[in-house]
């Protein structure tokens, strides 16, 4: 009876784990609604509209971590605008580096007007980048196009669009509350840790690649076929298809591959799909 007793004491514990995370989840989503976690300036206003051309400046890295919404762009020159920004914004670019940052002051938590602060970076068509840290801490990421050789994304409650987006070296990818979507792209060394989302990818993978995800589907189309990668999935509570046909967990594909990919949900379905 105690063997018994005690997986049924942890199936409850368990369950009440994750209806805690779900409710957490939910609750950060209402709170974005209602516009509590916008970013403002200190005095509870929207800010002065930002500009800048950084003509001549040649950028080999970003480093960009703000609370709102973030565009990466391209276009014929270096630029950087924002909207409702915050008193504690900068902006500033040496040696290579161009560094966007602005603080979560206490006053996105008592607005409710739903303002909060939109940042839109255009790069230089063609530019190649050495590395790239790019953080949302409440808001959505949008990424029209990307060549980087080093790759560090971060949403913390919001959702992640990218388009075009290459790195040659290595991805790591983390998202607390949120869907991401990335529509095309080469993705090398991927590291992806999903909180509550989903992960819809469309991309070539290559070198090892990890997905973990936390509570919700993942649905990867990948380039090439099942041959061309060795495939481990590990689903916890959900179904697994593999090119159309349902799988258990375990491993498949080519055990001899170069390129690996470790797949793993703790709640959500899994599908992976061939021929991008």
Do not use: H
Not at 38 to 52: D, I, K, N, V
Not at 145 to 151: E, Y
């Amino acid at each position: 009876m105690r063997p018994r007793n005690s997986r049924r004491s942890l199936a409850l514990l368990l369950g009440y784990s994750l209806a805690g995370l779900i409710i957490f989840a939910m609750l950060f989503t209402v709170l974005q609604a209602l516009g509590l976690l916008s970013l403002l300036s200190a005095g509870g206003g929207a800010g002065a509209p930002f500009q800048t051309n950084l003509q001549g400046g040649q950028v080999r890295s970003l480093q960009i971590q703000v609370y709102g919404d973030l565009s990466i762009r391209t276009g014929p020159e270096l630029r950087v605008e924002t909207q409702n920004a915050a008193e504690s914004f900068r902006c500033d670019l040496q040696d290579g580096l161009l560094t966007v940052s602005s603080n979560s002051e206490l006053s996105w938590f008592v607005n409710w007007r739903g303002i909060r602060q939109k940042v839109v970076v255009t790069l230089p068509e063609d530019l190649q980048l050495e590395e790239a840290l790019l953080s949302a801490g409440a808001g959505d990421l949008d990424i029209d196009s990307l060549n980087v050789l080093r790759l560090t994304l971060e949403g913390g409650v919001g959702d992640a669009l990218c388009r075009r987006l290459n790195v040659a070296e290595s991805c790591q990818l983390s998202i607390g509350v949120g869907d991401i979507d990335i529509l095309s792209g080469q993705l090398q060394n991927l590291e992806f840790s999903g909180g509550v989302g989903d992960l819809d990818c469309a991309a070539a993978l290559g070198g090892q690649c990890t997905i973990k995800g936390g509570v919700g589907d993942i649905d990867l189309t990948l380039l090439g076929a099942m041959g061309d990668y060795c495939i481990q999935v590990d689903n916890g509570i959900g179904d697994v298809e593999i090119d159309g046909e349902d799988v258990k967990n375990g491993v498949y594909g080519n055990s001899a591959s170069s390129n690996t990919l470790e797949v793993s949900s703790g709640v959500g379905d899994i599908e992976i799909e061939f021929g991008y």
